[in-house]
Nanobody, 127 residues
Framework: QVQLVESGGGLVQSGGSLRLSCVVS????????IGWFRQAPGKEREGVSC????????WLSDSVKGRFTIARDNAKNTVSLQMNKVEPEDTAVYYC????????????????????WGQGTQVTVSS
């Protein structure tokens, strides 16, 4: 299994921007699909975005489409989630997850599809 470490969370005002990073170690990033999930207090963990390995295909949830962007840098073994025009509803702990050989589905991602997880980073959006 690979190890994942998220960073970049913090407090941001509504309408602002934040960039989350997920650094992967233990194997080559290009072999893995990386998913971003978030979990708000009292709510289930939900998929936010996904980027496939070699093909690089991406998926964004409807709630963040047009505001968030996912990208990968295989040379740095890093996947980023650029969050623009954030809203209070984006407040949550954000997790990145990895699964070898998985291709992001155009219908969404679910936690059970991913076997390796980071520890999470808190994002708080103030109104």
């Amino acid at each position: 299994q690979v190890q994942l470490v998220e960073s970049g969370g913090g407090l941001v005002q509504s309408g602002g921007s934040l960039r989350l990073s997920c650094v992967v170690s233990g194997d080559s990033l290009e072999n893995y699909a990386i998913g971003w999930f978030r979990q708000a207090p009292g709510k289930e963990r939900e998929g936010v975005s996904c980027i496939s390995g070699e093909a690089g295909s991406t998926w964004l949830s409807d709630s963040v489409k047009g505001r968030f962007t996912i990208a990968r840098d295989n040379a740095k073994n890093t996947v980023s989630l650029q969050m623009n025009k954030v809203e209070p509803e984006d407040t949550a702990v954000y997790y990145c997850a990895a699964e070898k050989g998985y291709y992001c589905s155009p219908y969404g991602i679910w936690p059970g599809f991913f076997s390796s997880w980071g520890q999470g980073t808190q994002v708080t959006v103030s109104s």
